[in-house]
């Protein structure tokens, strides 16, 4: 065999090989890993025990409401509202807490309470955006932005009841540690909650009656409906759902701050939204998965983080980020036409 | 006796944010004499017109079931070029100029979505960050402050009339030319009903949906422009979340977010009702922490009765198989 | 051609004007048209007849510029034509009217008529000349005999107005053929009356129409020249005087119908009512409809499109409420139904749109299969879904109904052809073991093998006990198939036939009963 030959057969090989990758669903895994490889020469730093520790503690809470996020997205909906539960959850949760007269102060149940203070807001709250969408049928768009700008003004006119200054703070030991305590030498406790949380919704999204049932309202709601599933029950549920693992994000940040702030989570919406979009999950419905949701969330850290490093200002943080959502968007596009081409 | 019943609940369905403008009106005249007086009128208009004018923007693009979620981020881009570049600039010249970049920024949100064909949603949040980003960057990240001659702009008044207010005016009533005169206009609306059948009846979907980024993009900028000449400076927070109060006014006055329906004057209306709420809670003294509250609450119940009118007129308009005698 | 000459009042009248030849076309590698050629002719009639799936809307949609042929050759006026699309095809002068009307509900009549070239106050300007447009509306409108202000929204337009204004706009573009695909379906007698009216004067004025149908009848009173489909293939083409309406079935069907319908063993057929259906009324839909269906027996459902069958459908499987009367499924009055009630007491339910209602089309086979049995094969806390049980047993019903796709984990519906589409329906619904099975239009849109695959299966299940009500809109099939058959019209019950009685002229004058004019008197 010469060696034009041997061109001649590769190239269609490699082309394939290319095809696959980029229909591929660790596509963006790949793109992390081969992003975080170039970085590694411009910044070093990226590759220390202490950096990536960093980058494993910085997803954490976001990668709750990803997933959150995840199950409202899959229905066709979306929820707007998650920062909202963050902060609202945080002021009254800490309110519970606080050992500034927080309302279980000194009961010895102080944690208890105020952990199910922290979901009983975020259950409180999907389950007024899930009603609302499911029984009034409204857009769940302007459904979760009421409650977005309702709860987000709420969580600053709860804290000016409770205290006169900008957050909640003297919270108790024990609940700090769930947010920043760590276990096995080094990993962060909020890893633990995380592989709970994850590990619970994927069994839900790829082994349970439900899980079957969320895609198939997200692909075609009026097939499901005449194919008995009650379609109305299973978007409900997913706004519910979104509203607690927000509110168990909001437990992760509060300990971490080890205050109750009004403003927290403010500025993640989009990165949310973002980075579930990135690991392939759509907005049309009915595409998604709780390791995609991973990967994207996993892919925005380590820009975030790199970016970072390098010392760049935030306005150069804002741009590239943008860039790379655009960018990640515009190759599913394309990616969605080499499919639909076959 | 029935269809009496239904028909008064469908007439207040269908006037349900006029009723709520009209009692809102009325229980803050009784709370403060200072409310219903004529200056107090033009402040409000003055202090809703930016809003007003991105708002009439974003009604386009509602219209065609999309959606533009940068349009905070490209008033701040705006204001931030006009308070660093076009210092010594002539208005005249200054002003142009600044609208052709809010429609160079909304030609590229059409270009991606109508070339690209990525998500609408998608394509603007992502120049939300992107646009964010390059102001901060030509800001450095500071306070920006205006020139001269944008302050005086903002506080000059013609024939006794804030000249926000006229140029709230003239965007309006190009806009209203433009969607009942034109038939690009009346496309818009074929467009948001069916886009589907609107290719087949012949009209270029594609174009009418870049256009319409445009002129959300100009409507930004323009907006941009009058915010900024009333608050002389733009901090790094300048046009932050508009995006919400936007979309709400426009939501507020009838439009839907599924395409098809609405129109300026109803958005217009909106922006006006959510600015009286503002001034209204201000003249009566109510706790500032509690105004985000009131405003979500008064957008909820307007979208919700305008999901039940929806939910009513589909009963109605169910296909008829026989003719029943009244 | 003597007909032609009789025309004289149109100049071009009789000349050919669109000439086909040699079409060809395949989607997904399945060829529905093969070499077809036909002459249209300005100032005459073209009837274009055949059963579902013979071709008809495809032959149109590839004139009409929604599709590309593969192949042929298509001569418009002496010249080349091949549109790049709908819009290329209606600016050379070729009007689409689709059955599903292509308005905006949401625009006046004058807007609709001009939605791509109103008249301009100012040449040059973009602004519309509103009185311009209204007069010129008001002109077009007149030409169809239809009297209503052109300011009026096509919301509140009845569906013949609604295609009168449709054949307004055709007008209007300055169409030189105007197609009509099905127009007649959901029209009133005389609506019909009024609409062949003016096609009367269409042709006077020397545009040439294609008109399809399945109404025989109103092929043979309006056309001039015939031409029948099947499969995919020219398989008739004449002058109306050389047709009758025997020959057309007969070329349309072209087989056998024992061999097409597989026989039966209907001595089964006797046993207790597993469905009594007891005055289901609903304002605007249905009256009055009683009938009951027994364990091995096929009832067939007949009508003309929008007598209420599909409505009547969903009124028995939960999906729409009714106002007044009685469903026992069983034995059991459901009180209250939704399509849970009715799956849990046995029923099952085929819609006629699959696309719509039947399928997820980006889901795999085997996710379709199993959805709406999930809870059978679940249990625990967390309903987890035992997944080698549920695998074999969609394999199993995969390979009962004959799927042809091997991967049936990994090849997503929409890659399927439409009758192994159907069959994915029909085998999510068999999973359940229905007793009761509900079916409206289960051969819409797929080929004749596939077709006699979906008949199989109806026997089967019937052989098995089921109860199963089919709603077609092709008489052969219910004659072939059912041992009863209702004829619907106006949302009423207007006749039953008992198999031996089937005569298909009774069938067909039962179904064209007016009831708004009967009642009206």
């Known amino acids: 065999m010469t060696s034009t030959d041997v061109t001649a057969v590769s190239k269609p090989r490699a082309q394939a090989g290319w095809k696959r990758l980029l229909l591929s669903e660790y596509l963006v895994l790949v793109l992390t890993v081969f992003y975080f490889a170039v970085m590694w020469t411009i910044v070093p730093e990226i590759a220390t025990a202490d950096t990536l520790l960093d980058i494993l503690r910085a997803m954490m809470p976001l990668l709750v409401v990803a997933i959150g996020q995840t199950f409202v997205l899959i229905v066709a909906g979306i929820d707007l509202s998650a920062p909202s539960i963050i902060a609202m959850a945080s002021v009254v949760g800490a309110s519970v807490l606080t050992g500034d007269g927080g309302y279980a ?88 909650v995380v592989l709970v949380v994850g590990g619970a919704a994927h069994f839900i999204l790829s082994r349970t009656v439900y899980g079957r049932w969320l895609y198939a309202v997200g692909l075609n709601p009026r097939a499901a409906a005449v194919s008995g599933v009650p379609v109305r029950r299973v978007i409900f549920w997913a706004f519910v759902i979104s509203g607690v693992c927000a509110a168990i994000a909001s437990i992760l ?90 | 006796m029935n269809g009496y019943r239904n028909r008064f609940a469908m007439l207040a369905l269908q006037n349900a944010p006029l009723l709520l403008f009209a009692v809102l009106v009325i229980v803050f005249g009784l709370m403060s004499d200072r409310f219903l007086t004529p200056v107090n009128f033009l402040n409000i208009i003055n202090q809703s017109s930016h809003i007003a004018i991105i708002a009439i923007g974003m009604t386009f693009v509602l219209l065609i079931a999309g959606i533009d979620l940068s349009v905070g981020a490209n008033m701040y881009l705006s204001a931030a070029i006009l308070g660093v570049f076009f210092v010594g600039m002539p208005p005249l010249v200054a002003f142009p100029l600044v609208a052709v970049l809010g429609l160079a920024f909304g030609a590229f949100n059409g270009f991606m979505i109508t070339q690209l064909r990525v998500a609408a949603f998608i394509t603007t949040l992502s120049t939300l960050f992107i646009g964010r980003g390059i102001a901060l960057y030509f800001s450095g990240n500071k306070m920006v402050p205006f020139s001269k001659d944008v302050l005086t702009f903002g506080r000059t008044a013609y024939l006794g009339i804030p000249s926000a207010i006229w140029v709230f005016a003239l965007v309006l009533i190009i806009a209203l030319i433009v969607l009942k005169m034109t038939t690009f206009g009346r496309q818009v609306y074929a467009v948001g009903a069916d886009p589907d059948a609107a290719a087949k009846a012949g009209i270029n979907v594609r174009r009418v949906t870049f256009a319409v980024y445009c002129i959300c993009g100009v409507c930004a900028a323009v907006g941009g422009l009058v915010s900024g000449s009333q608050v002389a400076v733009a901090s790094s927070t300048f046009g932050f979340q508009k995006e919400f109060p936007v979309i709400a006014a426009a939501v507020l006055g009838g439009t839907s977010l599924f395409g098809g329906r609405g129109g300026v004057l109803g958005t217009v209306f909106g922006a006006v009702l959510i600015q009286t709420v503002e001034n209204g809670l201000v003249m009566t003294n109510a706790n500032p922490y509690i105004y985000p509250l009131v405003i979500s609450v008064i957008i909820f119940i307007a979208v919700f009765t305008d999901s039940s009118r929806t939910t009513v007129l589909e009963r109605l308009e169910r296909r008829k198989i026989r003719v029943e005698p009244d | 051609m003597s007909a032609a000459a009789s025309v004289s009042a149109a100049p071009a009248a009789g000349a050919p004007l669109l000439e086909i030849e040699g079409l060809c076309k395949s989607f997904f590698g399945v060829e529905v ?489």
């Open chain 1, 105 to 192: 102060n000194g009961t010895g149940f102080e944690i208890i309470a105020g952990i199910l203070a922290f979901i009983a807001v975020g259950a409180v709250i999907g389950t007024f955006n899930g009603l609302c969408t499911t029984r009034f049928n409204m857009p769940s768009f302007i459904v979760t932005l009421t409650t977005m700008m309702f709860f987000s003004g709420a969580a600053i006119w709860y804290t000016t009841v409770h205290t006169d200054a900008s957050s909640i703070g003297n919270l108790p030991r024990g609940f700090i540690g769930i947010g920043q305590g760590t276990f096995f030498g080094g990993l962060p406790f909020s890893l633990f």
């Open chain 3, 33 to 521: 048209l093969h070499k077809v050629g036909f002459t249209v002719h300005a100032g005459r009639v073209l009837g274009l007849v055949g059963e579902n799936g013979s071709g008809k809307s495809t032959t149109m949609n590839i004139i009409g510029g929604v599709h590309q042929m593969d192949s042929g050759r298509i001569m418009f006026g002496g010249a080349d034509y091949r549109p790049k699309g709908p819009r290329d095809a209606s600016k050379q002068g070729i009007a689409f009217i689709h059955q599903e009307l292509n308005l905006f509900r949401n625009l006046s009549i004058a807007e609709n008529l001009f939605i791509t070239e109103f008249p301009k106050l100012v040449p040059g300007l973009p602004f519309i000349d509103r009185g311009a447009a209204r007069k010129r509306a008001s002109e077009l409108l007149a030409a169809v005999d239809l009297d209503i202000p052109p300011t009026t929204l096509v919301n509140r337009l009845s569906q013949g107005e609604r295609q009168l204004v449709e054949i307004a706009k055709a007008l209007g573009a300055k169409a030189k053929i105007i197609i009509f695909d099905e127009p007649t379906t959901s029209l009133t007698t005389r609506e019909t009356d009024r609409l062949f009216d003016i096609i009367n004067k269409l042709r006077q004025q020397g545009i040439a129409i294609i008109y399809i149908s399945h109404i025989l009848d109103d092929i043979m009173r309006l056309c001039d020249d015939i031409v029948v489909l099947r499969d995919g293939n020219l398989v008739g083409k004449a002058l109306k005087a050389d047709m009758t309406i025997e020959r057309m079935i007969s070329l349309m069907v072209g087989r056998n119908i024992d061999q097409l319908f597989p026989p039966r063993d209907s001595a089964i057929a006797a046993g207790p009512p597993v469905l009594e259906v007891r005055n289901i009324t609903q304002r605007g839909t249905v009256k009055d409809i009683s009938f009951s269906l027994r364990a091995g027996e096929v009832l067939g459902v007949s009508g003309l499109m929008g007598a209420g069958r599909s409505e009547l459908a969903r009124i028995l499987f939960g999906i729409d409420d009714f106002g007044s009367g009685e469903i026992i499924v069983n034995g059991k009055a459901l009180t209250k139904p939704t399509p849970t009630v009715c799956m849990d007491n046995g029923m099952a339910f085929l819609t006629e749109d699959r696309r719509a209602e039947g399928l997820m089309m980006e889901a795999p086979i085997d996710h379709n299969i199993a959805l709406s049995s999930l809870q059978a094969y679940a249990g625990g806390f967390a309903h987890k879904i035992d997944s080698t049980r549920l695998n074999a047993d969609v394999s199993k019903m995969s390979a009962s109904v004959q799927i042809g796709a091997r991967d049936i984990a990994n090849t997503l519906v929409k890659n399927l052809s439409g009758g192994n589409q159907q069959k994915v329906v029909i085998g999510k619904w068999l999973l359940r073991e229905p007793t009761v099975f509900i079916l409206d239009e289960p051969t819409r849109g797929i080929d004749v093998g596939a077709k006699n695959e979906v008949y199989k299966i109806i026997n089967r299940l019937a052989a098995g006990g089921a109860g199963i009500l089919m709603i077609s809109s092709e008489i052969e099939e219910l004659v072939g198939m059912s041992d009863r058959i209702m004829v619907m019209a106006h949302g009423e019950i207007r006749a039953t036939f008992e198999r031996g009685a089937f005569d298909r002229e009774e069938l067909l004058r039962a179904a064209m009963w007016d009831g708004i004019r009967s009642n009206a008197k």
């Open chain 1, 253 to 342: 940040y509060t300990g971490r701050l080890e205050t109750g702030t009004p403003v927290l989570g403010q500025r993640i919406l989009l990165d949310v939204i973002g980075a579930a979009v990135i690991g392939g999950v759509s907005l049309f419905g009915g595409k998604g998965k709780i390791l995609w949701t991973i990967f994207g969330v996993l892919f925005l850290t380590v820009i975030d983080k790199s970016l970072q490093l390098m010392g760049l200002p935030i306005a150069s943080v804002f741009a590239i980020k943008g860039s790379i959502i655009l960018a990640a968007a515009v190759i599913d596009a394309v990616r969605h036409r080499v499919l639909v081409r076959g």
